[in-house]
Nanobody, 124 residues
Framework: QVQLVESGGGLVQAGGSLRLSCAAS????????IGWFRQAPGKERDFVTV??????NTDYADSVKGRFTISRDGATVYLQMNSLKPEDTALYYC???????????????????WGQGTQVTVSS
Protein backbone atom coordinates (compact mmCIF):
# COMPACT_ATOMS: atom_id res chain seq x y z
CA GLN A 1 0.00 0.00 0.00
CA VAL A 2 1.20 3.48 -0.92
CA GLN A 3 -0.09 6.79 0.39
CA LEU A 4 0.34 10.07 -1.44
CA VAL A 5 -0.34 13.56 -0.13
CA GLU A 6 -0.11 16.61 -2.37
CA SER A 7 0.40 20.19 -1.24
CA GLY A 8 1.51 23.53 -2.59
CA GLY A 9 -1.36 24.54 -4.81
CA GLY A 10 -2.79 28.03 -4.83
CA LEU A 11 -3.69 31.10 -6.82
CA VAL A 12 -1.00 32.76 -8.92
CA GLN A 13 -0.91 35.31 -11.71
CA ALA A 14 0.04 34.34 -15.24
CA GLY A 15 3.82 34.18 -15.57
CA GLY A 16 4.25 33.23 -11.94
CA SER A 17 5.55 30.07 -10.32
CA LEU A 18 4.38 27.42 -7.89
CA ARG A 19 5.98 24.31 -6.46
CA LEU A 20 3.82 21.30 -5.72
CA SER A 21 4.89 18.54 -3.36
CA CYS A 22 3.84 14.91 -3.25
CA ALA A 23 4.78 13.16 -0.01
CA ALA A 24 4.89 9.42 -0.54
CA SER A 25 4.80 6.73 2.11
CA UNK A 26 4.34 2.99 2.25
CA UNK A 27 5.91 0.23 0.21
CA UNK A 28 7.57 2.04 -2.68
CA UNK A 29 10.16 -0.04 -4.45
CA UNK A 30 12.72 0.98 -7.05
CA UNK A 31 10.51 0.01 -9.97
CA UNK A 32 7.87 2.58 -9.06
CA UNK A 33 7.12 5.70 -11.04
CA ILE A 34 5.47 8.81 -9.65
CA GLY A 35 3.40 10.84 -12.06
CA TRP A 36 1.60 14.17 -11.97
CA PHE A 37 -1.75 14.48 -13.72
CA ARG A 38 -4.20 17.34 -13.90
CA GLN A 39 -7.88 17.76 -14.53
CA ALA A 40 -9.62 20.99 -15.40
CA PRO A 41 -13.39 21.38 -14.90
CA GLY A 42 -15.31 19.63 -17.64
CA LYS A 43 -12.18 18.11 -19.16
CA GLU A 44 -10.47 14.77 -19.05
CA ARG A 45 -7.55 14.05 -16.78
CA ASP A 46 -4.27 14.74 -18.56
CA PHE A 47 -0.74 13.49 -18.05
CA VAL A 48 1.71 16.19 -16.98
CA THR A 49 4.99 14.50 -16.06
CA VAL A 50 6.51 11.41 -14.48
CA UNK A 51 9.71 10.42 -12.70
CA UNK A 52 11.11 6.96 -12.15
CA UNK A 53 11.82 6.27 -8.48
CA UNK A 54 15.14 4.66 -9.34
CA UNK A 55 17.36 6.43 -11.83
CA UNK A 56 15.26 9.57 -12.00
CA ASN A 57 14.25 9.26 -15.65
CA THR A 58 11.60 11.81 -16.52
CA ASP A 59 9.02 12.50 -19.21
CA TYR A 60 6.90 15.58 -19.85
CA ALA A 61 3.78 16.43 -21.77
CA ASP A 62 4.55 18.78 -24.64
CA SER A 63 2.31 21.45 -23.10
CA VAL A 64 4.58 21.80 -20.05
CA LYS A 65 7.99 20.95 -21.45
CA GLY A 66 10.49 23.68 -20.68
CA ARG A 67 8.24 25.23 -18.02
CA PHE A 68 7.70 22.44 -15.49
CA THR A 69 10.36 20.34 -13.74
CA ILE A 70 9.79 17.16 -11.76
CA SER A 71 12.30 16.04 -9.14
CA ARG A 72 12.55 13.78 -6.12
CA ASP A 73 14.21 14.30 -2.74
CA GLY A 74 13.85 11.29 -0.52
CA ALA A 75 10.21 10.33 -0.30
CA THR A 76 8.89 13.62 -1.71
CA VAL A 77 8.36 14.34 -5.38
CA TYR A 78 8.25 17.98 -6.44
CA LEU A 79 6.70 19.69 -9.42
CA GLN A 80 8.24 23.10 -10.05
CA MET A 81 5.95 25.08 -12.32
CA ASN A 82 7.27 28.25 -13.94
CA SER A 83 5.82 30.62 -16.52
CA LEU A 84 2.33 29.53 -15.55
CA LYS A 85 -0.52 30.15 -17.96
CA PRO A 86 -4.28 30.35 -17.34
CA GLU A 87 -4.64 27.07 -19.19
CA ASP A 88 -2.57 25.40 -16.47
CA THR A 89 -5.49 25.91 -14.09
CA ALA A 90 -6.58 22.48 -12.84
CA LEU A 91 -6.71 20.08 -9.95
CA TYR A 92 -3.28 18.46 -9.83
CA TYR A 93 -2.86 14.88 -8.65
CA CYS A 94 0.19 12.79 -8.00
CA UNK A 95 -0.05 9.06 -8.55
CA UNK A 96 2.12 5.97 -8.13
CA UNK A 97 2.60 3.19 -10.65
CA UNK A 98 4.41 0.06 -9.54
CA UNK A 99 5.80 -0.56 -13.01
CA UNK A 100 5.59 1.26 -16.32
CA UNK A 101 7.65 1.68 -19.44
CA UNK A 102 7.84 4.52 -21.93
CA UNK A 103 4.51 5.80 -23.15
CA UNK A 104 2.73 3.54 -20.67
CA UNK A 105 3.83 5.86 -17.90
CA UNK A 106 1.55 8.51 -19.38
CA UNK A 107 -1.61 6.43 -18.95
CA UNK A 108 -3.47 7.40 -15.82
CA UNK A 109 -5.58 4.27 -15.59
CA UNK A 110 -2.40 2.23 -15.13
CA UNK A 111 -1.58 4.02 -11.88
CA UNK A 112 -2.48 2.21 -8.71
CA UNK A 113 -2.46 4.91 -6.04
CA TRP A 114 -3.62 8.53 -6.12
CA GLY A 115 -3.43 11.51 -3.86
CA GLN A 116 -6.39 13.76 -3.05
CA GLY A 117 -5.28 16.53 -5.40
CA THR A 118 -4.25 20.16 -4.97
CA GLN A 119 -5.86 23.06 -6.82
CA VAL A 120 -3.79 25.35 -9.03
CA THR A 121 -5.46 28.48 -10.34
CA VAL A 122 -3.67 30.84 -12.72
CA SER A 123 -5.27 34.22 -13.27
CA SER A 124 -4.79 36.22 -16.44
Amino acid sequence: QVQLVESGGGLVQAGGSLRLSCAASGRITNNYAIGWFRQAPGKERDFVTVIKWSGGNTDYADSVKGRFTISRDGATVYLQMNSLKPEDTALYYCAANDYCLGIGCRVGRLYDYWGQGTQVTVSS
